[in-house]
């Protein structure tokens, strides 16, 4: 069973920055990749950004040069470095784990909300 924990939401001011953080902990053997979702009001769960065991990333054109994922795996832990925030931005945003074993659905944190407003 593998826990995930996202942390750093905030309300910032559009133009701003902010870095969520996730960790992975429990026992499992391997990660294959760690994503980034988000959830805006009334609308879809969307993926953010994704980035894999071996370092490859991508990215949704949404949020494409503005938001920055990255990971230390030794350590299970994805960050994502969200700059010049806008309101639309505003969701709760999810961390998604996938191990060797968990199947394509992965494991799934509590997320943290980040609201962008003046």
């Known amino acids: 069973q593998v826990q995930v924990v996202e942390s750093g939401g905030d309300l910032v001011h559009p133009g701003g920055s902010l870095g969520l953080s996730c960790a992975a902990s429990?026992?499992?053997?391997?990660?294959?990749?760690m994503c980034w979702y988000r959830q805006a009001p009334g609308k879809g769960r969307e993926l953010v950004e994704r980035?894999?065991?071996?370092?490859?990333?991508n990215y949704a054109d949404s949020v494409k040069d503005r938001f920055i994922i990255s990971a230390v795996t030794a350590k299970k832990t994805v960050f994502l470095q969200m700059n010049d925030l806008k309101p639309e931005d505003t969701a709760v945003y999810y961390c998604n784990v996938i191990t060797t074993y968990s199947g394509p659905q992965g494991y799934w944190g509590q997320g943290t909300q980040v609201t962008v407003s003046s």
């Open positions: 980035i894999t065991s071996g370092g490859t990333t």
């Open positions: 429990g026992i499992f053997v391997r990660i294959c990749s």
